[in-house]
């Protein structure tokens, strides 16, 4: 177990969610789902312009990683690494959403350059693993999009997750990056939800991250003997399911 009092001194920012998506087409557990033995669970606590601060956790085993809102949350997603496949827990209108992979790579709308600055060793940070955090920012087209303090080697099955969900939501966004108005279009949105989406991973994982709207997610913990309830990543077996595709051609919810 890892949690040490460097890493709350360390103020880490993680990347948001990107909106709660999912479903269940291959069934990923139905509610008797017996939990893995062991998994690494992160914590944070997250900022948005205009709302108070709340905490989230993110949990990773081999086959699964789940955001939630913490202990006892009914509203989830659930990432499926073996299928590839998303999944958004609406308890309320007791409802899932997939997001599926897609394979029909689209050049952009408009010409990315995307770049990484490395800023160095972020000041009066304690090294985390013996390893310093570094500062870097991603561009595009000129304009800081992105900043991120990251720790090289630390928990690099978390960021190879992250790497798998991003990829599956990017290749969705693609099928509808040709329609967004000329006058709207915004590089940075483009870059690092679409077409670059990996970017600032490259460095390790993420400590610190902060955007331009404000956002921002700050690290409190995280444990990587963490033993998860069983049916942490079940998905309701009754609950109404629906495809992204689906909505858009108006069948869905």
């Not at 010409?111 to 972020?122: I, K, S, T, W, Y």
């Not at 963490?226 to 051609?249: C, K």
Request: hydrophobic letters at 45%; one cysteine or more; aromatic letters at 8%.
């Amino acid at each position: 177990m890892k949690k040490g009092e460097d890493m709350r001194a360390a103020v880490l920012l993680l990347v948001p969610v990107m909106a709660v998506l999912a479903g269940c087409q291959r069934p990923v557990a139905e509610k008797a789902a017996v939990a893995p033995a062991a998994a690494i669970l992160i914590e944070f606590v997250e900022r948005e312009e205009n709302i108070d601060p709340y905490r989230t956790r993110v949990i990773v085993t081999r086959d699964f990683m789940r955001f939630d809102d913490g202990e006892g949350s009914e509203d989830f997603v659930l990432f499926d690494r073996r299928s590839r496949l998303i999944f958004s827990v609406n308890a309320e209108d007791r409802s899932v959403m997939i997001v599926e992979p897609q394979n029909r790579p689209v050049e952009p709308p408009i010409p990315l350059q995307v770049e990484a600055r490395n800023l160095g060793p972020m000041k009066g940070a304690p090294a985390i693993n013996g390893v310093v955090p570094v500062h870097h920012q991603v561009v595009v087209n000129g304009e800081v999009c992105y900043d991120t303090v990251s720790v090289a080697g630390l928990m690099e099955d978390v960021v190879a997750a992250l790497r798998e969900f991003r990829l599956v939501l990017a290749s969705d966004a693609m099928l509808t990056a040709n329609t967004i108005p000329a006058d709207v279009r915004d590089p940075c949105s483009l870059a690092m939800t679409t077409f670059a989406p990996n970017r600032e991973l490259a460095f390790g994982f993420p400590i610190q991250e902060w955007g331009r709207n404000g956002y921002a997610r700050t690290l409190v913990d995280y444990r990587e003997d963490y033993e998860p309830e069983p049916g942490l990543f079940a998905i309701p077996s009754d609950y109404r399911r629906f495809t992204v595709q689906e909505i858009r051609a108006g069948g869905g919810a």
